[in-house]
Structures are given as structure tokens and as C-alpha cells.
């Protein structure tokens, strides 16, 4: 039971730190006066439509993927409570 407990305090530790490791990588794409800034963690830095700046919907993005981040995290929960694995 403590080497589980151990085993999962370390996952925890990995996964905080490939969180963090992912805010820090950057991919921008531009095409036709459009660009987008993505991070790693696969959140908008910045939508540019047209050559304006569009902050509104990459918020809406920005909120919407992560309602999609929650609802997969309590599926893989689910997912893990089947194999006995509580987080």
C-alpha cells in the first residue's frame, strides 16, 4: 500500500512539472494576416484574424477547452477508481 501511495505522489511531481514544462513551449502559426500563439499546454497566447487582435474568442477558446480538460480528468478519474486507483 505505501509503495502505490509513493508511486502516485510521483506521478503527481511528473505530472506538475510536465505542466509546468509545457507553459513554457510556444507554437505560432500566421497565414493570409491570421496568427494564432499556442503554448504546450495547448492554450491561446494569441488570435490575430484579419490583423486584429481577437481576445474575446480566444477566451472563449481559452474556457471552453478547459471545461473539455475537466470533463476528461473526472472521466480518467472514473477510468483509474476502476483499476483501484484513487487521485
Do not use: P
Amino acid at each position: 500500500m505505501f509503495d502505490k501511495l509513493k508511486d502516485l505522489n510521483n506521478l503527481r511531481k511528473v505530472q506538475g512539472q510536465l505542466k509546468k514544462e509545457a507553459e513554457q513551449i510556444f507554437v505560432q502559426s500566421e497565414k493570409r494576416g491570421n496568427l494564432v500563439l499556442i503554448r504546450g499546454d495547448k492554450r491561446i497566447e494569441k488570435l490575430v484574424i484579419d490583423g486584429i487582435e481577437n481576445k474575446e474568442i480566444k477566451e472563449l477558446i481559452n474556457d471552453t477547452m478547459k471545461a473539455v480538460d475537466k470533463k476528461l480528468e473526472k472521466v480518467s478519474r472514473s477510468h483509474l477508481s476502476d483499476l483501484g486507483i484513487e487521485l
